[in-house]
């Protein structure tokens, strides 16, 4: 493996950049009306005329009307344009493929191995704080504006989860890059 280990490296960081191309997250988000003071009821007289009721309802309230749910996906560059945390993951990742295309070309590609090491490490760290959020909103997706509540509920797609694991691959192919001969003559 650690013959191929350049190669690895060099095909799990394209692959990283290729997975901002795939959907990373849904939201899913709906919920529904309370009336809080009154029921209003509407029914049609005989005559055609539309008579309106209207009765107390109980302190906890009651359901009336489902709001329609709706699902949002978002690929990966979308989400990394808002300028926020999947922006450094982009970069981590462009970062990547930069220095494993270098140290494709190179006699020694110890020399851009940490550069590999650390912007994989820290697009991982930050897919996982990501990962970490979309979760709490998911759990915690429950909100209330004015008499409608709505719950968001937030699920990792493929290409968040292939991401992670394109990373982690580039982390082992870096990991495992061999000394070359060149490297170890130079410590001598």
Known sequence: MKQYSILITLAGSILVVCCFALPWVTFTSGGYKKSWETDVKKEKLSSGAIARFSRPVTEQGRIRNDVPVTHHNYLGFKIAAGWNIITIVLIA???????????LTQHNPRKSKLFVLISSGIGIGCLLLTFLLVTVVGENGLRSIGNTTYTANGNIQIGGIATVICFIITLIGAWNIPKTDAAIDDNE
């Open 93 to 103: 990742s462009i970062v990547s493929a930069g220095c494993s295309i270098y140290m």
